[in-house]
């Protein structure tokens, strides 16, 4: 197979977001949610992308290399031109957990050589990179903070951001040293000037240049020189999904052309699992109120009671096999602390057995980066495909599996940053 791009993603919501660009684009992309056999590779037919979820943004360094080794293997063999490892939009990540150093080390093989590409922000959801330093939106078209005085990433229970220079950010975690091209070279130099000093920056043979970005024409720029370096050999990088953007404005095979995926009107129950307590998420479900029934949990009963959770299961289904749509979240009053990546995995199993009980439900919405990723392991999918985007960064994806109830279903999977106020009204009454 001669294949362009492959990526992975370290949660499932990035990967699916990658997917969605591309998709949207008009390239022939596909999702898996594990390493792919060769039999089901041969069944997705013609690619120019392939991509790999998986759930590194929530692991230790030993357990990244031990995740992404498979992955690895795969790509090796599939020896795409460029390598992605797609890591959230905030770059939200610690030496000790969603290492992203590691992460990238464990996808290099010699044929990279020794050098990846970083690029810094993705102007279309509100995060820019400027001399370096990261600012993201706390909502969509909200005020712009720089990362390490972000209301929220800046206090992400899992993995908050304390520094805003990527460079030193990325030093941290084992990814040293990093050089930068920045706003006043991609702004000011012609192709064959800007060309030079990526060269040279190249030549310094850092373990990274980072780039920077603060809009959609940077990107452009940015892939032209991509493409033009791995024509020299296979590229490795890192960043948001505004590298598959940067590759798509200057795409060599073809000329992609955009596809609008109209999302009609959910035709039976929905079911949203709201696992994410950020404030955007929570204006969100806000929004919701009074259109969606919903199912409040502890947190720490889901996690620590097989009866808690049968019960909170049955509760959803039960409305749900009356046609209405359920929310599932977690109780708002403070309660004994449960670790959040076993609060994932909790509504992770509750989700499959909502599903189990009420075969009805064909679209799905799952808030929360970690809750998405254990969620969409739990149901098994063979492949993912795009259907859809609610809003930028907000996929609605085609779940292909073995199993009947699972198969066919649509599925959302939302960031707890990502979306406009009304995303779950979207997802239940559709949007063109």
Not at 51 to 78: M, S, Y
Not at 81 to 107: M, Q, R, V, W
Request: charged residues 20%; contains cysteine; glycine residues 8%.
């Amino acid at each position: 197979m001669s294949l362009p791009l492959a990526w992975y993603g370290d949660d499932f919501t990035g990967a699916s977001d990658t997917l969605a660009t591309l998709s949207s684009a008009g390239l022939r992309a596909v999702l898996f949610p594990r390493v792919p056999t060769a039999a089901q590779i041969e069944r997705a037919g013609a690619l120019d992308a392939l991509g790999v979820a998986g759930i590194a943004r929530a692991l230790a360094p030993d357990q990244i290399r031990a995740e992404l080794q498979p992955v690895a293997n795969l790509f090796t063999a599939l020896n795409p031109e460029i390598t992605h490892y797609k890591c959230c939009s905030t770059f939200d990540s610690t030496p000790d957990i969603g290492n992203l150093a590691a992460g990238l080390s464990a996808l290099r093989s010699p044929r990279h050589g020794s050098v990846a590409v970083v690029i810094g922000g993705q102007p279309s959801l509100g995060r820019y990179c400027a001399f370096s330093e990261l600012y993201a939106t706390a909502s969509e078209g909200g005020e712009v903070h720089r990362i390490d005085r972000h209301p929220t990433m800046s206090r992400h229970p899992v993995t908050p951001m304390h520094e805003a220079d990527l460079r030193l950010h990325l030093k941290s975690q084992g990814l040293d040293p990093v050089i930068a091209v920045d706003l006043r070279e991609l702004h000011s130099l012609d192709d064959t000037e800007l060309a030079s000093v990526f060269d040279a920056r190249l030549k310094a043979n850092p373990a990274a240049v980072l780039f920077d970005a603060v809009r959609t024409e940077d990107l452009t720029r940015i892939g032209q020189l991509l493409w033009r370096q791995a024509a020299r050999h296979p590229l490795l990088t890192l960043g948001a999904s505004s590298v598959a953007q940067a590759l798509i404005a200057r795409w060599p095979s073809s000329s992609p052309s955009p596809v609008s995926g109209v999302i009609h009107s959910a035709s039976g129950p929905v079911f949203l699992l709201a696992g994410s307590l950020s404030p955007v998420t929570a204006s969100q479900l806000r929004e919701a109120d009074g259109v969606y029934e919903k199912v409040f949990f502890d947190a720490a009963s889901l996690v620590g009671s097989d009866a808690t959770l049968a019960q909170v299961a049955s509760d959803c289904a039960a409305m749900l096999r009356r046609g209405l749509p359920v929310i599932a979240r977690p109780s708002s009053e403070v309660g004994p602390a449960a670790p959040p990546l076993a609060v994932a995995e909790a509504c992770g199993r509750l989700l499959a057995r909502v599903l189990a009980l009420c075969p009805e439900v064909r679209r799905v919405g799952v808030a929360g980066g970690d809750t998405s990723s254990f969620a969409l392991r739990k149901l098994s999918p063979r492949a993912l495909r795009w259907s859809g985007s609610l809003a930028p960064g907000v996929p609605l994806l085609l779940i292909d599996a073995d199993d009947p109830a699972v198969d066919g279903i649509e599925l959302m999977l939302k960031g707890g940053q990502m979306g406009p106020n009304d995303v779950f009204l979207r997802l239940l009454r559709g949007c063109a």
